[in-house]
């Protein structure tokens, strides 16, 4: 499910807004990866900024599958040069490493969103663990 509503601000500024839910499976981050490209394609985002976004919902989102019980909700917001991307999952916030798995090869995805936001908050709530990451984003 998704929904997306551009907002005309005071200054006159477009604002746009979408919000895309989907059961916390590994499966489904290909399909927020996809929503997210197109979205800021036709919110004319620039390239470079549109493919670090992307990366960012791909890392945010495989968290929220693989930690989350239930379902993730992605919000993206372009509003006043940024985008920011939040990700919300019915989970806990302490990670839990598969017994299988070599620490090089994983828990990049936080190291990687850090580099590429100019900003990021983890917050735990009520119901789980909401990412919130900001990009500038001149578009």
């Not at 394609?41 to 670090?52: G, K």
């Amino acid at each position: 499910m998704f929904v997306t509503n551009p907002e005309r601000t005071g200054s006159g500024t477009c604002s746009h807004r979408a919000t895309l839910t989907l059961p916390a499976r590994e499966a489904h981050v290909s399909a927020a990866r996809h929503f997210t490209a197109e979205l800021l394609e036709c919110w004319s985002v620039p390239e470079s900024e549109r493919d670090s976004a992307v990366l960012i919902v791909d890392e945010l989102t495989a968290n929220a599958a693989q930690y989350g019980r239930e379902c993730m909700t992605l919000v993206l917001v372009l509003d006043h040069d940024a985008l920011h991307i939040v990700v919300s999952d019915s989970g806990t916030a302490v990670e839990r490493r598969p017994h299988d798995v070599a620490p090089d090869e994983h828990g990049r995805g936080t190291g990687i969103v850090t580099h590429l936001a100019q900003s990021t908050e983890i917050h735990q709530t009520r119901s789980g663990r909401e990412v919130r990451a900001c990009l500038r984003c001149p578009a």
